[in-house]
Nanobody, 121 residues
């Protein structure tokens, strides 16, 4: 069974930084495109950033220049470094990934349970 487990959320003042981590747990996995999404209260879930297996990145306009997505394939982990945080970045952040489980020969899309990021003004 594959699970995505996020960590690193919390409360930070505007202008501060946080780093989110998302680790895929399970045996003999290969992570393809991975990404971060966020959902604020009363709003739809939106894309924050994605990174392909080759390292190509894509960012929402609202976070360009402030957030950086990266990956450590040896650890099946993806990171989101968030700098210059703003109150409007407050949301639950979800990890998402297309993961191939070699033992089962399956490629599926998975979501993490979410981690809360709160930015105070």
């Amino acid at each position: 069974q594959v699970q995505l487990v996020e960590s690193g959320g919390g409360l930070v003042q505007a202008g501060g930084s946080l780093r989110l981590s998302c680790a895929a747990s399970g045996s003999d996995l290969s992570c393809n495109t991975m990404g971060w999404y966020r959902q604020a209260p009363g709003k739809q879930r939106e894309l924050v950033a994605t990174i392909t297996i080759s390292g190509r990145t894509n960012y929402a306009d609202s976070v360009k220049g402030r957030f950086t997505i990266s990956r450590a394939d040896a650890k099946n982990t993806v990171y989101l470094q968030m700098n210059s945080l703003k109150p409007e970045d407050t949301a639950t952040y979800f990890c998402n990934g297309d993961i191939y489980a070699r033992a089962f020969g399956t490629l599926k899309n998975y979501w993490g349970q979410g981690t809360q990021v709160t930015v105070s003004s």
